[in-house]
């Protein structure tokens, strides 16, 4: 759910092994690196990109 890209990430040496603690403290300080719109519905939830994905769990 993040952007890989964004500067902040890169930044903070987030990795596939940064636990979650340290990746939801980087999402809170930098809201700009979370990936958008995220649909929930229910206990389901999609990062809607492309929107058909949001489609999928409706």
Known sequence: MLRKGEAAVKDAG???GTPDADVIE???ANPNTIQRPIVEVGNK???ARP??????II
């Open 14 to 16: 987030i990795t596939a």
């Open 26 to 28: 980087l999402m809170v």
């Open 45 to 47: 939830a999609v990062l």
């Open 51 to 56: 929107i058909e994905k949001a489609l999928e």
